[in-house]
C-alpha cells in the first residue's frame, strides 16, 4: 500500500504519452507520487543514471528503485499495489494474454503509424501511413468488442490495463481533432472506440491527469515546424 | 495432463521468437505439437489464428490463440503454474518479486527493440551502413553482458536456471555467428561473458534440442540475402 514507507517518483514530461500512461495508472490505482518534469534538452542526472539505457520517460521510481517503459510500469504498478484500485489486468490466463496482446498492438502498430505519419514530408508518404493508421484503428474497434463483452472498457465494467494503454493517446487523438478537424477514432469509422474515449476522459482520475488539448495542440504544431524545418536542412 | 496435449505451436524452424516457446515448453515439461508453418503459403489455420499480424509463433491451446512470443511467454506462466516459472511469481504485493518481474519484461523488450532489428539490417545492408550496424551490435551485447554481470544466467527462473530473459535471448545466440560474419567483429571479444553465457545455455537439453547450429542459421541469412537482392 502506498503511504507509510513508500515513496513514489515519476520522471516525465507533459506532452508525452508515454508518461501519461504511467500518470493514468497512478491516478486510476489512487497512488499519490512526486512529480518530476524533465527537460528534454536538459535532462536531469537522475533520469540519465536511472534509465541509462534508453535516457527516456516514464521513469518511475519506486523507494529508490527505477522500473522503465511505460507498459512495464503498469504492470508493476498493478502487481507492487494489488490492494490499491481494482486490479488493471484480468485474473484468467487467457484474459491476461489477449490483454497483453493489445497493449503492445496499441504501441507496434497504432502508435507506431500515427506517430510515423505525422513525421511524414510528402503528403503521399503520409496517406499511406495514415492508411495504415486506420487498419489498426479498424483491428482495435474489433478488439474493443471482444474484450469489453458490451460492458464500457475494455476491461469489462472497470477500468483495465488496455484501457489505459490506449489512454495516453487520448490527447492527441484530441489534438487531431482540434488541429485538422479530423478524429483518429470517429463515429462513422469506429463508434465503439469513439464512444470509449469520451467515456473514459469523463472519469475522474483521467481528468486529473489528460493534458490541456489547446496547450498540446501548440506543442504539436511547434513539433511539426521543428520536423519540417529539420527536413529541409 | 489432458490440458497438455491440446498445446499446438504454429511455428518456422528458424525463427528466434518460436524458439522462445519451443524452450519454454520444454523447461516447463509440457508436451505439444510442432506444426512447421510455409511462410510463402500460410496455412489456414495460422491465418484464422493470427488475422491481425499473419505472423508466426502462434500458440494453440485447446484450440484457443495466443501471439506474440513474449505474450506466448507469460501466458504459459499463468496457465500451467505448476510448472518451473519463467518470471517470479506475483505473490501478492511482494514488491521485491513485483521489481523482478519489471526488470525481465525491460530486458526482454530491450531484446526485442534493439537486438533483432539490428541483426536485420545486419544481413540486409553493406558497406559504411552495415559496419554501424556492427558497432551498434557490439554495443548492445555489452550492454547485455554488463546487466548479466557475474551471474550464470539473467535469472528469476524457477528451474534456478533459464528465466524469461533468458529464455527471450537464447535464440539469437544461434544468430550470434552471422552477425560476426556480417558485422566484422567477435562475440568473445566484445562481450567474453555474454559468449560464457551463450555456451552455458547451449548445454541444457532445452536450448540444445531446439536451436538450430549457427552455421544452418548462416546458410539461412545467405538465402534472405539472395531473395532480397543482398550480395
Not at chain 1, 518511475?60 to 490499491?84: R, T, W
Request: aromatic share 10%; glycine share 8%; with cysteine.
Amino acid at each position: 500500500m502506498a503511504g507509510g514507507g513508500d515513496e513514489l517518483k515519476l520522471l516525465g514530461m507533459w506532452a508525452s504519452p508515454f508518461a501519461l500512461r504511467a500518470k493514468l495508472a497512478l491516478s486510476f490505482k489512487g497512488l499519490s507520487y512526486d512529480y518530476v518534469e524533465e527537460d528534454f534538452k536538459n535532462k536531469s542526472e537522475l533520469l540519465l543514471s536511472s534509465n541509462p539505457v534508453h535516457k527516456k520517460v516514464p521513469v518511475l521510481i519506486h523507494n529508490g528503485k527505477p522500473v522503465c517503459e511505460s507498459q512495464v510500469i503498469v504492470q508493476y504498478i498493478d502487481e507492487a499495489f494489488p490492494d490499491a484500485g481494482v486490479p488493471l489486468l484480468p485474473s484468467d490466463p487467457y484474459d491476461r494474454a489477449v490483454a497483453r496482446f493489445w497493449a503492445a498492438y496499441i504501441d507496434d502498430k497504432l502508435l507506431k503509424s500515427w506517430l510515423q505519419a505525422s513525421m511524414c514530408k510528402t503528403e503521399q508518404e503520409k496517406a499511406a501511413a495514415m492508411k495504415e493508421t486506420f487498419a489498426a484503428v479498424g483491428n482495435l474497434e474489433a478488439a474493443f468488442k471482444e474484450c469489453s463483452k458490451g460492458k464500457p472498457f475494455f476491461g469489462g465494467d472497470a477500468v483495465g490495463y488496455v484501457d489505459v494503454t490506449l489512454g495516453a493517446m487520448i490527447g492527441f487523438v484530441r489534438v487531431g481533432e482540434a488541429l485538422h478537424g479530423m478524429r483518429l477514432f470517429d463515429a462513422s469509422r469506429s463508434p465503439l472506440l469513439d464512444a470509449w474515449l469520451d467515456r473514459f476522459a469523463a472519469l475522474d482520475a483521467a481528468k486529473a491527469v489528460l493534458p490541456d488539448t489547446g496547450r498540446l495542440a501548440e506543442y504539436a504544431q511547434m513539433k511539426q515546424a521543428e520536423w519540417a524545418a529539420a527536413a529541409t536542412n | 495432463m489432458a490440458e497438455e496435449k491440446e498445446l499446438v505451436l504454429l511455428d518456422f524452424w528458424v525463427s528466434p521468437f518460436g524458439q522462445r516457446c519451443r524452450i519454454a515448453m520444454a523447461e516447463k515439461g509440457l508436451e505439444f505439437e510442432y506444426r512447421e508453418e510455409d511462410l510463402g503459403n500460410k496455412s489456414d489455420l495460422l491465418l484464422r489464428s493470427n488475422p491481425v499480424h499473419r505472423k508466426i509463433p502462434v500458440l494453440l491451446h485447446a484450440g484457443r490463440p495466443v501471439s506474440e512470443s513474449l505474450v506466448i511467454l507469460q501466458y504459459l506462466d499463468d496457465a500451467f503454474p505448476g510448472t518451473p516459472h519463467l518470471l517470479p511469481p506475483a505473490n501478492s504485493g511482494d514488491a521485491d518479486a513485483a521489481y523482478a518481474r519489471a526488470t525481465a519484461r525491460f530486458w526482454a523488450d530491450y531484446v526485442d527493440k534493439k537486438l533483432y532489428d539490428c541483426g536485420s539490417r545486419l544481413w540486409r545492408l553493406k558497406g559504411e551502413p552495415q559496419a554501424a550496424a556492427g558497432r551498434e551490435m557490439a554495443e548492445i551485447l555489452r550492454t547485455l553482458e554488463a546487466e548479466l554481470g557475474d551471474r550464470e544466467f539473467f535469472g528469476g527462473g524457477g528451474g534456478g536456471r533459464l528465466g524469461f530473459v533468458d529464455v527471450a535471448l537464447v535464440p539469437f545466440t544461434a544468430w550470434f555467428y552471422s552477425y560476426e560474419r556480417c558485422g566484422g567483429f567477435s562475440v568473445e571479444e566484445v562481450a567474453p561473458r555474454l559468449a560464457a553465457w551463450a555456451r552455458r545455455c547451449g548445454r541444457i537439453d532445452s536450448v540444445a534440442k531446439h536451436l538450430p547450429s549457427p552455421e544452418k542459421v548462416y546458410d539461412f541469412v545467405g538465402v534472405l540475402k539472395k531473395k532480397y537482392g543482398v550480395e
